[in-house]
């Protein structure tokens, strides 16, 4: 007994050879309807005939039906005799009458004029052109005869529509070619030159896909240069900013931290010369340390330059400066001192046990404590001042906190740049950084940075 599960089995032998020509059909089907689909499809853009162009396609079109219109006039009731066999004559009277004069005008005038759009619209003016020369008596076959094969070669060579006119060119010529008879054939024989048109054609065609090839090429190279100048000016760009973020944090801390001893040294140079001293002392490790970060960052600039133009087995000046690494969380507490030295009571506390970093993630957050210092130094003097860094398994927080005080003299309003220097710094390790006054007084500034987990 056969169940209907059993019946509807994919496996079995019968159902198969059936599925397999439904899918079959289908799929040619499918691929019949997406031909269809794509035969309405452009290849390319339209062309857009230059004024030069169009003014050809009008002296041509005009010159062409001045000659057709005069041929149709001189052989307006003519007749034609056609020997067809030895002995047998075929006799042909060509049209006649103001009917027949206007008829085979009108028949010039429509093919002739046609032509005048042949690169705007090519495939409608050889639809137009076909239809005029089927329409044409056989007796007077040169009155529309070159301006179908002007037509078939302005499709072939400039129809966006590949696809359609690869069909509509054998199908115009096919019609052409065999709508006359045996007695009068609509290519007589001096017209055998009509066979030049499959070659025309295929000439055309090969033509017209290399033009199109080459502009789509060129089309490409030219979206390729100007993506490379785009991401090659989009790159000078961030490196000048990246420059300019290292040389700000670098002298505005420095600078700051001096002028700040410097001024002290003057206030107190003839009550206590000894802390006047100490003072310059100050000022000048400040310089150093501006100096030696500043060279490090030029070198970092120049090293491929110098190594370029040094002599073989030449070591450049200030290589071990040059080369030194940049800072980073181990040289907060040489930080923090330069800043007590200018008077601020500053506090670190590091929680967490320790864990290298990448270098450029320890950058960052070494400038974000000193960018929260200096201004903190020139726009809170009197205040104290805390430096939190902890170490957790899924990110690093680092804050520094004030207690408010009265802005120093040096102090400016400042333009914003540091703290969105830090942003941009952060963003690139997925960090962010939040800032704003305290309730309690006073300033914080809190910086958040993912780390892998250990």
């Known amino acids: 007994m056969t169940t209907k599960a059993d019946s509807a089995d994919p496996g079995g032998g019968d159902n198969e050879p059936v599925m397999n020509v439904r899918t079959t ?8 309807r997406r031909a269809v689909r794509d035969a309405g499809l452009p290849s390319g853009p339209p062309l857009r005939p230059t004024r030069r162009a169009w003014q050809f396609d009008v002296l041509m079109a005009l010159s062409l039906g001045v000659i057709t219109v005069y041929y149709g006039v001189d052989n307006v009731g003519t007749v034609v005799v056609r020997e067809i066999a030895p002995g047998v004559k075929h006799v042909m009277t060509r049209p006649h009458g103001p009917g027949g004069l206007a008829f085979m005008v009108g028949l010039a ?13 090519p495939l409608a003016v050889l639809c137009v052109v076909t239809a005029a020369t089927l329409a044409t008596p056989q007796s007077v076959l040169r009155l529309t005869f070159y301006a179908f094969v002007i037509a078939v ?9 590949r696809v359609a006119t690869l069909a ?41 896909t290399w033009k199109l090839r080459h502009d789509e090429g060129r089309t490409r190279l030219s979206a390729l ?14 490196e000048r900013a990246r420059i ?27 009550s206590s010369p000894e802390q006047a001293g100490e003072a310059l002392l100050a000022v000048e490790a400040g310089g150093r340390a501006a100096m030696t970060e500043l060279r490090h960052v030029m070198g970092l600039l120049t090293m491929a330059d110098e190594g370029e133009a040094a002599e073989p087995g030449a070591e450049p000046a200030d290589a071990e400066v040059e080369l030194a690494p940049q800072p980073g969380l181990g040289q907060l507490e040489t930080l923090v001192g330069r800043v007590r030295d200018t008077g601020l009571s500053v506090d670190l506390t590091v929680t967490g046990p320790p864990r290298p970093l990448p270098p450029g993630l320890e950058l960052a957050a070494y ?28 990110r ?8 408010g005080g009265r802005p120093g003299a040096n102090a400016d309003v400042g333009s914003g740049r540091g703290l969105i220097g830090l942003r941009e710094r952060l963003a690139v390790y997925d960090g962010t950084l939040s800032t704003g006054p305290r309730l309690t007084g006073g300033y914080r500034v809190e910086a958040l940075i993912p780390l892998e987990t250990p």
Do not use: C, F, W
């Open 396 to 403: 690093l927080r680092v804050e520094v906190t004030d207690a």
């Open 168 to 208: 509509a060119l054998p199908v115009a010529v096919v019609l052409v070619g065999t709508s006359g008879n045996s007695v009068t054939p609509i290519v007589p024989n001096e017209y055998i030159a009509l066979l030049i048109l499959v070659p025309m054609a295929v000439a055309a065609v090969g033509l017209r």
């Open 244 to 270: 300019a973020r290292e040389l700000h944090d670098v002298v505005t801390h420095n600078v700051s931290v001096m002028v700040i001893q410097a001024g002290a040294a003057r206030t107190i140079m003839r």
């Open 153 to 161: 070669y302005s499709a072939a060579v400039y129809s966006p529509y």
């Open 109 to 121: 005038v429509i093919a002739s004029g046609a032509l005048a759009l042949r690169r705007r619209y």
């Open 367 to 394: 400038r974000v404590v000193q960018e929260a210092l200096t201004n903190t130094v020139k726009h809170a003097s009197g205040a104290t001042a805390a430096v939190v860094v902890e170490y957790r398994p899924e």
């Open 225 to 238: 240069e100007h993506r490379q100048a785009e991401a090659l000016r989009r790159a000078v760009e961030h």
């Open 25 to 32: 059909v289908g799929q040619l089907r499918d691929r019949a």
